[in-house]
């Protein structure tokens, strides 16, 4: 029986299937991740400030396609709230990612202190972060995705993950 194992961003995997962001928007099943077989968990999108997502109805079936239309705009507790459920979660058995998005809220100008605020909350109980620049449910966030927009975010980002790994 061929090995599944696989090691990639520093951390040992059992295998390379897990739960991809938007599932565990709480970060409140980490455990049930675990237990049904997956080798990692992302948690989020999460984002700098509280915010409830678009208004509903923002998820519809598409039945001619047999597709799940999904319109939830980011809704998440912020991740100062994030931080105390993960806390409160203790060390996991497999990685945990997180997907950090802009709040609405943020002007694409202070994008960077954004993102790299949330990176650094969580910074101490996350394995493994992925920067999410392309939701088309957040007005203006894929203008992020080019020039000095994208290189401000990876920067700020990159300085902060440098400050946290020297502590």
Sequence with gaps: KKSLKIHCFGQDYDHPFGLAAGM??????????????????????????????????????????RALVNRMGFNNPGSEKIVTTLQ???KQNIPVWANLGKSK??????ARFDYSTSLKRMWPFVDVFV???SSPNTPGLRELQHGDHLTGILDSCIEVNQQCADL
């Design 24 to 65: 565990d928007k709480k970060a409140e099943a980490l455990r049930g991740w675990e237990s049904i077989g997956l080798a990692f968990s992302e948690i989020g999108g999460v984002t700098m400030h509280e915010q409830g997502g678009n208004p509903k109805p923002r998820m519809f079936r598409h039945g001619a396609d």
């Design 88 to 90: 409160k979660a203790g």
């Design 131 to 133: 920067i999410n620049v």
């Design 105 to 110: 809220i943020t002007p694409l100008e202070e």
